[in-house]
């Protein structure tokens, strides 16, 4: 079968990313804006975006509100915001009159605040405060909120390709999905974590994240078994302080399977390796531009030791997956394009033997030749009428065409 062929019944479908599809255009709050952000009117726009499945909502100093919504940022007819209310909205979302200050200083801040729906279901959201330049080269502030706690797809409702669902599930090794920001990474893991916790025989998965997004023991039909750390701060959700002890943490706790949250500097990426050389099956996210630029990018980081690395890496790599997302040709939400190489034995008898710096220009052959390549994905949402010519035009310059 064509590595590319569909999945499910309807082929049109396949790519699209339902949790970030809407069936009307994006209209502005109904609600007023108060002379002051209050946590009441605050709680009030955060269901409101998820409402219409918005990406993220942007409060910026000296600037109207603001979204990110089908890949785009929309500004709403609303006064401009103070930065005095939004150091006051900070301290109150992290408890702490200490936390605008400390960002002011050039200490950003990640925490996660939950709206309640009901009596017994809330939504989460990832946030992140940040200093920036003002008006007039004052101290400025953004806080960003990011809608998490979905429910998990599962990779046939993600349009997800059959090479890459058969190969997401290796007894050991790593799997690594990587793209940009924002290009659903950890959608594409969660869905991968949910066959195999959902799959016979049961398994035990340990998950460190900085910070968790969704709840994996919320997957419908869950046998196995999931424990979910977040590594951060203690006061602003963290469980565990850093990755490193993570890696010496999971050691003790007899997982079959682990996932670090992302693998972004040699902390990570060499606690993600370590795990997969004790016969655990890894999943990560990297931040990359491509499939076979991977493992490479991985150990640029690593100077003098990167030949050890690029070789571990090469050992101990099973499937990776690069995702983006492109805005869908209605407007109305995005599309998923995907390159993805299941390494072999035989591929990795190859990449071992070679130059490391030979290593990306065989992955990207053994990327057109056996796996899935980017613009054939591409070119088959735009034979779906599912992006615009101008996506796939930008995805064919990039890539030349080849």
Same mark, same amino acid.
């Given at each position: 079968?064509?590595?590319?062929?569909?999945?499910?019944?309807?082929?049109?479908?396949?790519?699209?990313?339902?949790?970030?599809?809407?069936?009307?255009?994006?209209?502005?709050?109904?609600?007023?804006?108060?002379?002051?952000?209050?946590?009441?009117?605050?709680?009030?726009?955060?269901?409101?975006?998820?409402?219409?499945?918005?990406?993220?909502?942007?409060?910026?100093?000296?600037?109207?509100?603001?979204?990110?919504?089908?890949?785009?940022?929309?500004?709403?007819?609303?006064?401009?915001?103070?930065?005095?209310?939004?150091?006051?909205?900070?301290?109150?979302?992290?408890?702490?009159?200490?936390?605008?200050?400390?960002?002011?200083?050039?200490?950003?801040?990640?925490?996660?605040?939950?709206?309640?729906?009901?009596?017994?279901?809330?939504?989460?959201?990832?946030?992140?405060?940040?200093?920036?330049?003002?008006?007039?080269?004052?101290?400025?502030?953004?806080?960003?909120?990011?809608?998490?706690?979905?429910?998990?797809?599962?990779?046939?409702?993600?349009?997800?390709?059959?090479?890459? #669902?058969?190969?997401?599930?290796? $007894? %050991?090794?790593?799997?690594?999905? &990587?793209?940009? =920001?924002?290009?659903?990474? /950890? +959608?594409?893991?969660?869905?991968?974590?949910?066959?195999?916790?959902?799959?016979?025989?049961?398994?035990?998965?340990?998950?460190?994240?900085?910070?968790?997004?969704?709840?994996?023991?919320?997957?419908?039909?869950?046998?196995?078994?999931?424990?979910?750390?977040?590594?951060?701060?203690?006061?602003?959700?963290?469980?565990?302080?850093?990755?490193?002890?993570?890696?010496?943490?999971?050691?003790?706790?007899?997982?079959?399977?682990?996932?670090?949250?992302?693998?972004?500097?040699?902390?990570? #990426?060499?606690?993600?390796?370590? $795990? %997969?050389?004790?016969?655990?099956? &890894?999943?990560? =996210?990297?931040?990359?531009? /491509? +499939?076979?630029?991977?493992?490479?990018?991985?150990?640029?980081?690593?100077?003098?030791?990167?030949?050890?690395?690029?070789?571990?890496?090469?050992?101990?790599?099973?499937?990776?997956?690069?995702?983006?997302?492109?805005?869908?040709?209605?407007?109305?939400?995005?599309?998923?394009?995907?390159?993805?190489?299941?390494?072999?034995?035989?591929?990795?008898?190859?990449?071992?033997?070679?130059?490391?710096?030979?290593?990306?220009?065989?992955?990207?052959?053994?990327?057109?030749?056996?796996?899935?390549?980017?613009?054939?994905?591409?070119?088959?949402?735009?034979?779906?009428?599912?992006?615009?010519?101008?996506?796939?035009?930008?995805?064919?310059?990039?890539?030349?065409?080849?």
């Amino acid at each position: 079968m064509d590595a590319l062929s569909p999945t499910t019944a309807s082929a049109q479908r396949r790519g699209v990313v339902e949790a970030l599809v809407s069936t009307t255009k994006l209209v502005p709050p109904g609600f007023p804006m108060p002379q002051k952000i209050t946590m009441d009117y605050l709680d009030q726009l955060l269901l409101y975006c998820v409402a219409n499945r918005v990406e993220d909502l942007v409060l910026l100093d000296e600037e109207p509100l603001s979204v990110l919504w089908s890949d785009a940022v929309h500004r709403f007819p609303s006064r401009k915001i103070y930065l005095s209310e939004l150091q006051e909205l900070l301290c109150k979302l992290v408890d702490d009159p200490g936390a605008a200050l400390r960002v002011a200083r050039a200490e950003p801040c990640d925490f996660n605040y939950s709206v309640r729906t009901d009596r017994r279901k809330s939504v989460r959201f990832r946030c992140t405060a940040t200093s920036c330049l003002g008006l007039g080269g004052a101290k400025g502030l953004e806080i960003i909120f990011r809608p998490v706690g979905k429910n998990i797809p599962s990779l046939e409702q993600l349009g997800v390709e059959e090479y890459v #669902i058969d190969a997401c599930t290796p $007894s %050991a090794g790593i799997v690594l999905v &990587t793209g940009p =920001t924002g290009s659903g990474k /950890s +959608t594409l893991l969660d869905s991968m974590q949910r066959k195999l916790l959902t799959t016979e025989p049961a398994k035990r998965l340990l998950s460190f994240c900085s910070p968790i997004e969704n709840d994996l023991r919320e997957i419908d039909g869950l046998i196995g078994q999931v424990v979910q750390a977040d590594i951060g701060a203690p006061g602003y959700g963290g469980h565990l302080k850093t990755y490193e002890e993570a890696v010496r943490n999971m050691l003790r706790r007899n997982p079959h399977a682990v996932y670090f949250g992302e693998a972004r500097d040699k902390e990570t #990426i060499e606690g993600a390796i370590f $795990s %997969a050389m004790s016969s655990h099956l &890894t999943y990560t =996210t990297t931040h990359t531009s /491509s +499939t076979h630029m991977t493992l490479s990018r991985m150990a640029d980081p690593f100077g003098v030791d990167r030949i050890r690395i690029i070789k571990s890496l090469i050992e101990n790599t099973r499937l990776i997956v690069h995702q983006r997302l492109l805005p869908k040709s209605d407007g109305l939400g995005r599309v998923a394009i995907r390159s993805a190489l299941n390494i072999t034995n035989d591929m990795r008898d190859e990449l071992m033997r070679a130059p490391v710096d030979h290593v990306p220009v065989l992955m990207k052959e053994y990327t057109e030749s056996t796996g899935l390549s980017l613009l054939k994905s591409a070119e088959q949402q735009f034979s779906f009428g599912n992006i615009h010519q101008r996506s796939l035009d930008a995805i064919e310059q990039e890539l030349g065409g080849s």
